[in-house]
C-alpha cells in the first residue's frame, strides 16, 4: 500500500521540530561554559537567553503572513537557512554584545517556523487529523528538548561549545535542501497525491481561496484571539524556564552531577513528547465526540491546571529527586493541552492559519523572554528558586482560566455570526 503523501510532510514537520529544539536548547547546556569563557554574570545571561525570545516574538505574525500569502514552502526553507547560518555563528561569539547580537538575530530568522508548518497542515491535513498532526509536531519538539542536553554535552566535550553550535547548525541546512525539494503548497500540485488522497484531505468543503487578505480589523477586534495569545503566553513562560534555567538549577542548586543533570534536564522533555502525542489524540476524539469547546478549551483547562499543581507541589517537598520529577511532570501536563492550542488556531484562523498562529506564539515568546529575566532577578535579588516557581505556577493558573474563554466554533472569518 501506498504511503499517503501527507505522512510525508508530517515526518518533515516533525524532523524540523526536532531541529529548532536542538537548536534553541543546546544553548542551556552550553551556558556555563560560555558565562566562564566570557566572564558573563547571571542576569547578562538571561539577556542572552531572551534576546532570542525578543526577537521570534517581533517577526513571527511577519512571518506567519508570509506563509499565508507566498506559501510555506519558499517561507519555511528561507527561515530555517537563516536561524541554521545564526546557530553557527553562535559559537563565533567572542564578547557580551556579539553574544545578544547573534542570538537575536538566531530569533529573528526562526520566527515564523511553527506557523509554516501549520499553513502547511491547513492546506495537507482535514479537521479530523489535525489534532494528531499537532501531537506529533510537538513530539518532535520534545524530543529535540530531550536529546539536546546530552548530545550538546557529548559535543562540547569532544570540540568545545563554540564547534558544538557549527555541528548544530548543518542538521537545518540539510532539511531546508531536502524540504524545497519535497514540498509543494497545495495537494493538488504535488505529482504523488492521488485522486482518492486529494478528495480525503478536501473531505471538509470547498477550498477557501489561498492568499486571501488578512482581516487585521476583525483580527484586533477578536476577544477570542486575545484570550488565545493570553493562554500562550503562560504557556511560553512556563516553557522557557526549561529551555534557559533548568540544568543550572539541578546542577548547581540541587548538586547533581553534570551527567544525572543532564539526564534529568532531558526528563520534562521526554514525557512532554508523551503527552503531546496523547493530547493530540484526546483533542481529536473529544473534538469528535463532545464538540470543539470540551474537545479544545476543557482540554487545555485541565492540562494548564495540572500544570500549576504541580509546579507548587515541587516547592513543598525537600528530597531533590522528587522535586525535579514533579517539575519535570509539570511541563507535561502543560503539553497534554498543546495540540489544542495549535488546532484550535487552525480551527479559529481557517485560511488565515499563518497569521493566527504566529499571533499566538508572538505571545507565548514574549512569555519566553519574561521567564529567564524575571527568574534570574528573583534568584538574584531574594535568594529565592521557590518563589520563581511560584510565579509560574500562577501565571499557568491565569492560562487556565482563558482556556475557559476561548470559543474554537467562533472562526475569524464570521466573528459575529
Not at 501527507?6 to 524540523?16: E, N, Y
Not at 507548587?312 to 509539570?330: F, M, N, Q
Amino acid at each position: 500500500m501506498t504511503r499517503p503523501v501527507r505522512s510525508k510532510v508530517l515526518g518533515f514537520a516533525v524532523a524540523l521540530s526536532v531541529i529548532t529544539y536542538l537548536d534553541r536548547v543546546c544553548i542551556s547546556t552550553a551556558a556555563p561554559y560560555i558565562t566562564k569563557e566570557l566572564g558573563l554574570t547571571m542576569l547578562q545571561m538571561s539577556v542572552v537567553f531572551s534576546a532570542f525570545t525578543l526577537a521570534y516574538s517581533l517577526f513571527e505574525i511577519p512571518s506567519g503572513w508570509l506563509a499565508d500569502t507566498r506559501g510555506a514552502r519558499s517561507v519555511v526553507t528561507r527561515i530555517v537557512l537563516w536561524w541554521s547560518a545564526f546557530t553557527m555563528a553562535t559559537g563565533a561569539a567572542w564578547s557580551y554584545g556579539s553574544l545578544v547580537a547573534t542570538r537575536f538575530l538566531f530569533g529573528a530568522g526562526e520566527a515564523g517556523a511553527f506557523p509554516g508548518v501549520s499553513r502547511a497542515f491547513s492546506r495537507w491535513f482535514p479537521v479530523r487529523e489535525r489534532g494528531r498532526a499537532n501531537g506529533f509536531l510537538f513530539l518532535g519538539s520534545r524530543a529535540g528538548g530531550a536529546l539536546a542536553p546530552a548530545l550538546s554535552l557529548l559535543l562540547i566535550h569532544q570540540w568545545g561549545w563554540r564547534w558544538s553550535f557549527a555541528a548544530f547548525g548543518s542538521i537545518g541546512l540539510a532539511w531546508a535542501f531536502l524540504w524545497y525539494r519535497f514540498f509543494r503548497d497545495e495537494p493538488e500540485e504535488h505529482p504523488e497525491v492521488g485522486a482518492a488522497e486529494l478528495e480525503w484531505i478536501q473531505q471538509d468543503g470547498p477550498r477557501e481561496k489561498s492568499h486571501a487578505p488578512v482581516p487585521w480589523r476583525k483580527l484586533l477586534e477578536s476577544r477570542n484571539l486575545y484570550a488565545i495569545c493570553g493562554m500562550y503566553f503562560a504557556f511560553g513562560y512556563g516553557l522557557y524556564f526549561y529551555f534557559t534555567w533548568l540544568p543550572t538549577y539541578l546542577i548547581q542548586v540541587l548538586g547533581f552531577s553534570a551527567f544525572a543533570g543532564g539526564a534529568l534536564a532531558g526528563l520534562p522533555f521526554v514525557l512532554a513528547g508523551g503527552a503531546d502525542l496523547l493530547g493530540g489524540l484526546l483533542t481529536d476524539r473529544l473534538s469528535a465526540i463532545r464538540g470543539l469547546k470540551v474537545g479544545r478549551s476543557l482540554l487545555g483547562f485541565c492540562a494548564f491546571s495540572g500544570s500549576a499543581l504541580l509546579l507548587l507541589g515541587s516547592t513543598a517537598v525537600d528530597e531533590r529527586l522528587p522535586k525535579a520529577i514533579l517539575i519535570a511532570l509539570a511541563l507535561a501536563s502543560a503539553d497534554l493541552g498543546l495540540a489544542a492550542a495549535w488546532a484550535v488556531c487552525l480551527d479559529v484562523g481557517r485560511r488565515h492559519a499563518g497569521v493566527v498562529t504566529g499571533a499566538m506564539n508572538t505571545f507565548g515568546n514574549l512569555g519566553g523572554m519574561f521567564a529567564p529575566l524575571v527568574v534570574g532577578t528573583v534568584v538574584q535579588r531574594f535568594g529565592s528558586w521557590t518563589v520563581a516557581f511560584q510565579v509560574s505556577a500562577a501565571i499557568y493558573a491565569m492560562g487556565a482560566l482563558l482556556w475557559l474563554l476561548i470559543d474554537p466554533t467562533r472562526r475569524l472569518s464570521g466573528e459575529g455570526s
